[in-house]
């Protein structure tokens, strides 16, 4: 299994401003994704963050307001750009290849 | 179509009790069905998994089944304990392609298991 530490936990922003989540895998996976998960409802996959290469966008989200990096095998981070309100939810780090381990989650809130 | 739909939305038990959560997919290019165990604050846990040759697999109270002619699978909790109160994801991964490995979930059950 593959243990995921995700900083940081929760964070209160203002609009317009920007927050970058990290994400740290215990052990080289091939694979790392991102999702979005509003308060009682479902996990959605946000993208698939590729190592050495861009990020693939899920459709509704765009590289400009979630730009993804990827520089290793162990390590990944989620930017959510000039946020609004709308962006209030926790984001969630996956990664594995067989299969597939959280994080804690991100807790975002937007004022 | 990447849609798995999951039911009941919430359940409540009894200690002791048997809850079944059910899931049904369409996507046939699915390959790997985990369920996740999700506690307030947390993020998902993975429970159990099953891939689509197998028909059912057990690990300790928790029973996966799969039915692959009708698309479907199930969780099953045996002798459910207050501890297992907790929010349940089906999900299934796509087996190939450029969406290899990308999970989709189901819509949550809230399960509660009254002492």
């Known amino acids: 299994s593959a243990v995921i530490s995700q900083k940081p936990s929760r964070d209160i922003c203002q609009r317009g401003t920007s927050l970058t989540i990290q994400c740290q895998v215990d052990?080289?996976?091939?694979?790392m994704f991102w999702y979005r998960q509003q308060p009682g409802q479902s996990l959605t996959l946000i993208a698939t963050a590729n190592q050495g290469s861009e990020a693939t966008y899920e459709s509704g989200f765009v590289i400009d307001k979630f730009p993804i990096s990827r520089p290793n095998l162990t390590f990944s981070t989620l930017t959510v750009s000039n946020m609004s309100p709308e962006d209030s939810s926790i984001y969630l780090c996956?990664?594995?290849?067989?299969?597939?381990?959280f994080g804690q989650g991100t807790r975002l809130t937007v004022v | 179509q990447q849609q798995v739909k999951q039911s009941p939305q919430s359940l409540i038990v009894q200690k002791g009790g048997i809850p079944i959560i059910n899931c049904a997919y369409e996507n046939t290019a699915f390959d790997y069905f985990p369920w996740y165990q999700q506690f307030p604050g947390k993020g998902p846990a993975l429970l159990i998994a099953?891939?689509?040759?197998?028909s059912e697999k057990k690990e300790g109270r928790f029973t996966i089944s799969f039915n692959k002619s009708a698309k479907q699978f199930s969780l099953h909790i045996m002798d459910s304990q207050p501890g297992d109160s907790a929010t349940y994801f089906c999900?299934?991964?796509?087996?190939?392609?450029?969406?290899?490995?990308?999970?989709?979930f189901g819509q949550g059950t809230i399960l509660t298991v009254h002492p």
């Open positions: 996956s990664g594995g290849d067989t299969e597939a381990f």
């Open positions: 999900a299934a991964r796509n087996a190939g392609g450029t969406s290899y490995g990308k999970l989709t």
């Open positions: 099953i891939r689509p040759d197998v």
């Open positions: 052990s080289q996976v091939t694979m």
